[in-house]
């Protein structure tokens, strides 16, 4: 099931109609209190989210559903006719799987809501934990720990860690990092990848320095323990 937040009567409409007709379930919302009665009676597999609406804009309903546990890893894409680096930061930084700018394709539109299911789909690294040092994370609890304290991460800062954690000593390059944890890159997206991994090193304090930055290449983890 896909709901859809965009009070823009026309563009809801054609969205909707192109995913039932690629069969996929989906139900439209023109304002944000209609969305959230019908999250109380069923959870979706997937949110496309604008961000200009009535009564609660897009990156303030995003932040809610990662900030509640039960819809914390929902995958969302947001969906906006603003279009500046800024704006597409924000968004991602807020916890965003993607993130599409208007006018955009109906193809398009289909594939990268195909690509994000199928990345929520995705149980390979389910029951695993890894341990470095005094850092511990659990994928199946997305838990972290330094020295046995909780570290509160973002989705995305804990799929990056997870990402760099389960291939230690490989050395991941921007665009590799941007493709595999946001499903797509950006002219100038990097530097959302190097704000999380700042943040991330500052989160885990001492812990942090086991992600090492690698020169006019990218990032990895020091395969010697914290």
Request: proline content about 3%; overall charge neutral.
């Amino acid at each position: 099931m896909i709901y859809f937040v965009e009070d823009d009567n026309s563009i809801r409409k054609l969205v909707l109609y192109t995913l039932s007709s690629q069969g996929i379930e989906c139900e439209g919302f023109a304002r944000p209190s209609e969305f959230w009665a019908a999250m109380a009676e069923r959870a979706p597999d997937l949110v496309l989210l604008d961000i200009m609406l009535p009564e609660e804009d897009g990156v303030t309903i995003l932040r809610r559903l990662r900030s509640t546990p039960e819809t914390s890893r929902l995958q969302i894409i947001m969906l906006t006719a603003k279009t500046s680096e800024y704006d597409k930061v924000i968004g991602l930084d807020s916890g965003a799987d993607d993130y599409i700018a208007k006018p955009f394709g109906m193809m398009e539109l289909v594939a990268r809501i195909k690509t994000a299911l199928r990345r929520a789909g995705n149980s390979e690294s389910a029951g695993r934990i890894y341990e470095l040092g005094t850092l511990k994370v659990n994928l199946t609890s997305h838990t972290v720990t330094v020295d046995g304290n909780p570290v509160s991460l973002t989705l995305k800062e804990f799929e990056l860690l997870a990402l760099l954690l389960g291939r230690k000593g490989t050395v991941f390059t921007r665009d590799q990092l941007l493709n595999t944890i946001w499903g797509y890159s950006f002219d100038g997206a990097s530097r959302t990848v190097d704000v999380h991994i700042r943040t991330l090193r500052q989160k885990l304090g001492g812990a942090g320095s086991c992600i090492q930055t690698v020169r006019g290449v990218g990032y990895k983890i020091s395969e010697e323990t914290v």
